[in-house]
């Protein structure tokens, strides 16, 4: 079943309730299941992925079942004026209740994105949006062995509460990958020698630099269309506007566990405040004493930095995660919100997605403590640059 047009399912915790119960408590309902392959992996709450070929003429019924019109836009794909989905300027908005049916030959390849245009503040905000692939007609155009997709979403969730602001512009406080945050998304499982495409789509307020450890890799696909290889491009970290999608391309020949994550570092955050104040070289001795005289499990936090949250396990309100998570084989990983891992093997079978456990370093190949006296550094006091002398032959 699963196969090199697999696409990246995550696992969910905190973010997991955002559309599905965000909605039910309003007395809404999200959009209907669309027309899926076998193929393609889905998880709820995040909409489904439709894929389909290059080529393919394909009719979507779409039944509205929110309490007000709504309508699909195919967001990159190009199809007749009337097929656009902008409510009252394509056609009318679809009204509670009622069907309507998208009908349009996919000219191009590539990937896009589906979301509300009618009422989109509100419908978006409660994660109304999915990622639509479109395969090429020849099996063997930019033919990978592993294919991920990554749709970048955000909510702003207050702390014991269910339904989303849907009035926040910037200052969200849960940044989700497919609608989950970490530690709750499946990794990135990859055999070695695999050449991998990730797909990223980007729905959220905000850019997000995706940054991935351990490779360098090679932009090959937009929104637009697929980069020619003599204009493919490398990075090590892709940016992705509002709106957009980039996709990017590599062989895995690094084995391990290798870090990918947006690299706005509230975005690896979950359940963010942003009116903490700072208390980093505060003594709180006295203001502890007199806090657990009427709050007995009082902890003070926040003096040497923010780690100490990683480690601590205090109660919660419901639906809510802790700030920062996740525990790798060395300790808190001090994560969340858009980040997962990369996990290279050796011996993964091609239909096996499976998390393989944590990476075991080989001898020499970790990082250790020193407990010798420090060696002399070369050190520059001077403006000048100062080259290295070349090393001379003797003999």
Same mark, same amino acid.
């Given at each position: 079943?699963?196969?090199?047009?697999?696409?990246?399912?995550?696992?969910?915790?905190?973010?997991?309730?955002?559309?599905?119960?965000?909605?039910?408590?309003?007395?809404?309902?999200?959009?209907?299941?669309?027309?899926?392959?076998?193929?393609?992996?889905?998880?709820?709450?995040?909409?489904?992925?439709?894929?389909?070929?290059?080529?393919?003429?394909?009719?979507?019924?779409?039944?509205?079942?929110?309490?007000?019109?709504?309508?699909?836009?195919?967001?990159?794909?190009?199809?007749?004026?009337?097929?656009?989905?902008?409510?009252?300027?394509?056609?009318?908005?679809?009204?509670?209740?009622?069907?309507?049916?998208?009908?349009?030959?996919?000219?191009?390849?590539?990937?896009?994105?589906?979301?509300?245009?009618?009422?989109?503040?509100?419908?978006?905000?409660?994660?109304?949006?999915?990622?639509?692939?479109?395969?090429?007609?020849?099996? /063997?155009?930019? +033919? $990978?062995?592993?294919?991920? *997709?990554? @749709?970048? &979403?955000?909510?702003?969730?207050?702390? %014991?509460?269910?339904?989303?602001?849907?009035?926040?512009?910037?200052?969200?406080?849960?940044?989700?990958?497919?609608?989950?945050?970490?530690?709750?998304?499946?990794?990135?499982?990859?055999?070695?020698? /695999?050449?991998? +495409? $990730?797909?990223?789509?980007? *729905?959220? @307020?905000? &850019?997000?630099?995706?940054?991935?450890? %351990?490779?360098?890799?090679?932009?090959?696909?937009?929104?637009?269309?697929?980069?020619?290889?003599?204009?493919?491009?490398?990075?090590?970290?892709?940016?992705?506007?509002?709106?957009?999608?980039?996709?990017?391309?590599?062989?895995?020949?690094?084995?391990?566990?290798?870090?990918?994550?947006?690299?706005?570092?509230?975005?690896?955050?979950?359940?963010?405040?942003?009116?903490?104040?700072?208390?980093?070289?505060?003594?709180?001795?006295?203001?502890?004493?007199?806090?657990?005289?009427?709050?007995?499990?009082?902890?003070?936090?926040?003096?040497?930095?923010?780690?100490?949250?990683?480690?601590?396990?205090?109660?919660?309100?419901?639906?809510?995660?802790?700030?920062?998570?996740?525990?790798?084989?060395?300790?808190?990983?001090?994560?969340?919100?858009?980040?997962?891992?990369?996990?290279?093997?050796?011996?993964?079978?091609?239909?096996?997605?499976?998390?393989?456990?944590?990476?075991?370093?080989?001898?020499?190949?970790?990082?250790?403590?020193?407990?010798?006296?420090?060696?002399?550094?070369?050190?520059?006091?001077?403006?000048?640059?100062?080259?290295?002398?070349?090393?001379?032959?003797?003999?």
């Amino acid at each position: 079943m699963m196969n090199r047009r697999q696409l990246l399912g995550a696992g969910a915790a905190g973010a997991t309730l955002v559309s599905s119960k965000a909605w039910g408590q309003t007395m809404n309902m999200g959009l209907p299941e669309a027309a899926v392959m076998d193929s393609a992996l889905t998880q709820s709450p995040t909409r489904p992925t439709i894929e389909a070929v290059e080529g393919d003429r394909v009719r979507i019924y779409v039944t509205n079942r929110l309490p007000e019109h709504t309508t699909v836009h195919w967001h990159g794909l190009i199809l007749p004026s009337g097929m656009d989905g902008v409510g009252g300027l394509s056609h009318p908005g679809i009204p509670p209740g009622k069907t309507f049916v998208y009908e349009f030959d996919l000219t191009k390849s590539g990937t896009f994105m589906y979301h509300p245009h009618g009422d989109e503040m509100v419908q978006m905000a409660m994660g109304m949006m999915g990622m639509f692939v479109v395969h090429p007609k020849d099996p /063997d155009f930019m +033919r $990978v062995d592993r294919d991920f *997709l990554i @749709m970048l &979403n955000a909510f702003d969730i207050d702390p %014991g509460t269910y339904i989303p602001r849907i009035m926040t512009m910037t200052d969200f406080n849960l940044w989700t990958w497919n609608s989950r945050i970490f530690p709750d998304i499946d990794p990135l499982v990859v055999n070695q020698g /695999d050449k991998v +495409r $990730v797909r990223v789509g980007n *729905l959220t @307020m905000t &850019n997000h630099p995706i940054h991935m450890h %351990g490779y360098d890799f090679k932009v090959t696909c937009t929104d637009g269309g697929w980069v020619p290889e003599s204009a493919q491009w490398p990075e090590v970290s892709i940016d992705i506007p509002v709106g957009a999608m980039r996709a990017y391309e590599f062989v895995a020949d690094n084995l391990g566990d290798w870090a990918i994550h947006c690299h706005k570092s509230h975005h690896t955050m979950n359940a963010m405040g942003h009116d903490v104040p700072t208390f980093i070289g505060v003594d709180k001795k006295q203001l502890t004493q007199k806090m657990r005289s009427f709050q007995p499990d009082y902890m003070p936090m926040g003096t040497a930095g923010m780690g100490d949250m990683a480690k601590m396990s205090m109660p919660l309100p419901d639906n809510t995660i802790p700030m920062m998570n996740g525990w790798g084989p060395h300790g808190p990983i001090e994560m969340g919100g858009m980040f997962s891992v990369v996990k290279v093997r050796d011996g993964i079978d091609a239909d096996d997605y499976s998390d393989p456990g944590w990476y075991e370093n080989p001898p020499g190949e970790q990082a250790y403590e020193w407990t010798g006296e420090l060696p002399e550094f070369a050190s520059n006091n001077s403006p000048k640059t100062i080259l290295t002398p070349k090393p001379t032959q003797k003999g």
